[in-house]
């Protein structure tokens, strides 16, 4: 077993948020040192904690028509990378789910990061991934972040999430189609070939 396969297979067993989780711990991650693309979500939702796939939900159907891919390439851990925020399904508040665990990150994310050397590409989706990695560099709104893409260099890229929550998001703000998926399109593209 390599570096990244007995961390991941610690991360797995993991029990730390135990007593905060309404349906107990279920870590849901796929990694790879290969991983070319690394997708930075929030949180597994309930459908993910029941089987255990990460993005096994309609955020993932809509996330990977964003990225231009099919299933078979979005889940072959050598390509892409899955590491949310928060790795197990953190229960539901009054608008949602709730936020992500901050254990994970706080003990998990630096190890494995350190261990995805072969990342070209980071996707953050969300305000809570956006927060951790770009800190001081996001703007006032998800929205002016996302807009400003090229600000944060070509191995970068930010997202609002892909839910269906998001749908109003999506319609007031076209530019989103229309400027920033075909670049997404492009890197991942790219990387992928």
């Not at 890229?157 to 929550?165: A, F, G, N, W």
């Amino acid at each position: 077993m390599n570096d990244i396969e007995q961390l991941s297979s610690r991360i797995r067993a993991c029990t730390i948020c135990n007593d905060f989780l309404p349906l107990g711990p279920r870590p849901v991650i796929q990694v790879s040192a290969n991983a070319k693309i690394l997708i930075v979500g929030q949180a597994p939702g309930i459908k993910v904690h029941e089987t255990g796939i990460p993005f096994n939900d309609p955020s993932g159907d809509r996330l990977r028509e964003w990225m231009g891919i099919n299933k078979k390439v979005f889940y072959n851990a050598d390509k892409v990378a899955i590491i949310p925020m928060g790795f197990c399904y953190p229960g539901t508040g009054k608008s949602g789910d709730l936020p992500p665990r901050p254990e994970c990150a706080t003990e998990w994310r630096d190890k494995l990061l350190s261990k995805m050397t072969k990342v070209a590409l980071t996707l953050m989706i969300g305000n809570y991934a956006i927060n951790w990695h770009l800190k001081n560099q996001k703007k006032k709104t998800l929205t002016e972040t996302v807009k400003s893409n090229k600000d944060y260099g070509v191995h970068i890229m930010v997202l609002p999430h892909p839910s269906p929550r998001n749908n109003i998001w999506l319609k007031k703000n076209p530019w989103f189609e229309v400027d920033i998926l075909p670049e997404l399109r492009c890197k991942v593209g790219k990387l992928l070939i």
